[in-house]
């Protein structure tokens, strides 16, 4: 009960409201409140309050929440790591939307006759981390680069160039080409770089003479915005697919690039749905490596 009230408690706290904690628990906003009310009861303190139609952490919940947070993490895998997964046991994978969208559309759909019970979610790379850390999810499979000391399996499964699609390619031809003056950067649409597993963009996409003047939180939208003829646009390989007739003015840019890894908690792979899972993703990205450049 102790941990159930805990989780309960950091939901709140970044969900903000009873319902949107509910949801995410697969519970009732009733059985959420109980929750809360027996862990104050518990440590004798209050640690909610309401704040328009929001709920509010007190100082005492945030104090507890920054020294437990980590712990209850951990905590969660491990438990995670020794529940029961048969055959028929849905399989948590989060996933990098783009991912899903460039390369893993087929592969799913063939797959999940061979396993119906994948449970796929969509988030980006920094909630893909903390979902497999936590046991939220079993496999990660995402894109950008990875903090260190994320205390995951890792895998490389690709090196995914980038593109720059519009009318303005003089800055796409070669790595010299697009360089001028500090004054003279060229202005790009890319994905939200103060994302951590984007920022390291900045600085090449510096080097290139590309200044990025809009950052979106979704490449799904840039693609919209490049198939209107709004660019340059700067999408990884996997996407271009999805441009339509607009696919013919994308331009590699040389040397840069996004690494795609399959992450998981170190033992999973000692469970037989997961290394078969993994086995088939490694097969399925390995001959791309040498088609996409």
Do not use: W
Not at 143 to 168: K, N, Q, S
Not at 227 to 256: C, M, N, S
Request: aromatic share 4%.
């Amino acid at each position: 009960m102790l941990l159930e009230g805990l989780e309960t408690l950091c939901l709140l706290a970044s969900e903000g409201t009873m319902a949107k904690a509910a949801n995410r628990l697969y519970i009732s906003q009733s059985a959420v409140s109980k929750r809360i009310a027996q862990l104050e009861q518990r440590l004798g303190k209050k640690l909610i309050e309401p704040d328009g139609r929001q709920t509010r952490l007190t100082p005492q919940a945030l104090e507890l929440l920054s020294r437990v947070a980590p712990s209850l993490a951990e905590i969660k895998g491990v438990l995670a790591d020794n529940q029961p997964l048969t055959d028929q046991t849905p399989l948590p994978i989060a996933c990098s939307e783009t991912l899903l969208a460039g390369y893993l559309t087929r592969f799913m759909h063939d797959y999940l006759r061979r396993d119906p019970h994948l449970a796929l979610s969509t988030h980006h790379t920094p909630v893909i981390l903390a979902r497999v850390r936590s046991g939220d999810a079993l496999l990660g499979i995402c894109a950008g680069r990875l903090p260190p000391g994320h205390g995951l399996g890792a895998e490389l499964l690709l090196e995914e160039p980038f593109y720059l699609v519009g009318d303005d390619q003089q800055a796409a031809s070669t790595p010299d080409q697009g360089k001028g003056e500090p004054g003279d950067m060229r202005k790009i649409l890319t994905m939200d770089l103060e994302n951590p597993s984007n920022s390291y963009l900045r600085e090449p996409l510096a080097e290139l003479g590309l200044e990025p003047v809009m950052e979106l939180d979704s490449y799904l939208a840039l693609i919209e915005l490049a198939k209107a003829g709004i660019g340059p646009v700067l999408l990884p390989a996997g996407l271009l697919t999805l441009l339509g007739e607009q696919d013919h003015k994308a331009r590699p840019l040389p040397g840069l690039g996004r690494p795609l890894h399959l992450i998981y908690r170190p033992n999973s792979l000692k469970r037989a749905r997961i290394a078969q899972l993994v086995s088939a993703l490694r097969a399925h990205f390995q001959p791309l490596s040498g088609v996409i450049q």
